[in-house]
C-alpha cells in the first residue's frame, strides 16, 4: 500500500486545523498540527499580501520539520470598508475592536448587505525539495443583519455565501467545509498533488 503523504499544517489557529483534517479525510494525506510534532512558531506576519503572510509562516515553520509544510492565511474583505478591508488584518481587526464578538456586532450594524468574501491563500513549502507551491479559494458572499449560528469561528456568525440566506456558522460543518474559501483552495492542492503523483 502506498504510504500516506505527510503535511506539517503551519498554523497556531486549531479550527483551521479542524476544517483542513475534515476536507483532507478520505485521501491519502496524513496532516500534522504544530502540536502533533510539537513546534512552538509564531511569526510576526509583516507581509502585504496573503501569499507573503502564507509563506512566512510556512518558512518559519520549515525550520522545526524535514516534511513538506502548509500554511494558510485567510481573510475576510468587506466591500463596505473599503478595497480589501480588513483582508489579511482580519484577525488583529478583530482584536483591535474589542474581540470578534464586539467586531461582528458593530459589522452587522455597519455593514449589513455589504458584498463580501473570505479569501485562503495556501503555500505548500518543501524546502528539501526547494519547491513552493500557491494555492487560493474564495468564496463571495454579503454581510447578514443579525449575527447567527453557532459553528464555525471568527466572521461566519456575520458571512451569508452567495447561494444561502443564513450564514456560515448556521451551516453544519459538512456544509462550511464543502463551500468554504478553505475547501476552494484545499481542492486545488489537492489536484496539484494528484496531478504530480504525490498521492
Ligand atoms: P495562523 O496565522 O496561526 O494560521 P490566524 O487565526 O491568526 O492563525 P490568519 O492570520 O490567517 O490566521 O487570520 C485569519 C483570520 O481571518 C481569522 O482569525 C478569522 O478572523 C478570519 N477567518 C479566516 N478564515 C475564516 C473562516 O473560515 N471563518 C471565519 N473567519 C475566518
Keep these: 500500500m502506498k504510504e500516506k503523504l505527510k503535511i506539517c499544517v503551519a498554523t497556531n489557529n486549531e479550527h483551521k ?25 509564531d511569526p510576526e506576519e509583516n ?9 512566512i509562516k ?47 456586532k458593530m459589522l452587522v450594524e455597519k455593514c449589513a448587505s ?4 473570505f479569501i485562503a491563500h495556501f503555500v505548500l513549502l518543501n524546502l528539501e525539495k526547494g519547491s513552493r507551491h500557491d494555492f487560493e479559494g474564495i468564496v463571495n458572499g454579503k454581510v447578514s443583519s443579525t449575527i447567527e449560528g453557532k459553528g464555525g469561528f471568527g466572521y461566519d456568525p456575520i458571512f451569508v455565501p452567495d447561494g444561502y440566506d443564513v450564514t456560515i456558522a448556521s451551516l453544519s460543518p459538512e456544509e462550511k467545509n464543502h463551500i468554504s ?13 494528484k496531478n504530480e503523483k504525490y498521492i
Excluded at 507581509?47 to 509563506?55: M, R
Excluded at 510556512?58 to 492565511?73: G, N, R, Y
Excluded at 478595497?83 to 488584518?89: E, L, M, S
Excluded at 474559501?181 to 498533488?193: G, V
Design 181 to 193: 474559501h478553505r475547501y476552494r483552495a484545499s481542492i486545488a492542492l489537492l489536484e496539484f498533488l
Design 114 to 117: 455589504s458584498k463580501a468574501r
Design 58 to 104: 510556512a518558512k518559519a515553520t520549515s525550520a522545526f520539520t524535514s516534511i513538506p509544510v502548509l500554511s494558510d492565511d485567510s481573510g475576510i474583505e468587506i466591500d463596505a470598508l473599503g478595497d480589501h478591508f480588513p483582508g489579511i488584518y482580519s484577525s488583529r481587526y478583530a482584536t483591535k475592536n474589542g474581540g470578534q464578538e464586539v467586531t461582528n
Design 47 to 55: 507581509g502585504k499580501t496573503y501569499a507573503e503572510n502564507a509563506y
Design 17 to 41: 486545523v479542524g476544517e483542513l483534517r475534515a476536507i483532507f479525510n478520505g485521501y491519502d494525506v496524513e496532516l500534522y498540527s504544530l502540536k502533533d510534532l510539537n513546534i512552538v512558531v
